[in-house]
């Protein structure tokens, strides 16, 4: 009988882990309810060349006039341009 208590407190706990971290998954990105295919989110092009930007955190640091999201911390200059083009 303990067993089968334990047992099912396992499961109910596993479960309540799952969505509290499902909900701050969601609360963090919330465009994973969107359902359009990841080919079709396009990064935006930038309005300015990299030549002479190549350091994208000068102007879009969290505190600058262009901040980047917030789903974007973390990331390095190299990885904005690979989803972000200049202009040619």
């Not at 407190?9 to 969601?26: D, I, K, N, Q, T």
């Amino acid at each position: 009988m303990r067993e089968y208590y334990s047992t099912q407190l396992a499961v109910v706990v596993g479960v309540l882990l799952l969505v509290v971290s499902a909900a701050f998954a969601l609360k963090q990105s919330p465009e994973l309810l969107e359902h359009r295919k990841a080919a079709q989110r396009v990064a935006v092009e930038l309005p300015h060349p990299l030549a002479g930007m190549e350091n994208c955190f000068d102007c879009h640091g969290p505190q600058s006039d262009w901040p980047y999201p917030p789903r974007h911390t973390g990331w390095s200059d190299h990885s904005c341009i690979r989803c972000h083009q200049g202009p040619e």
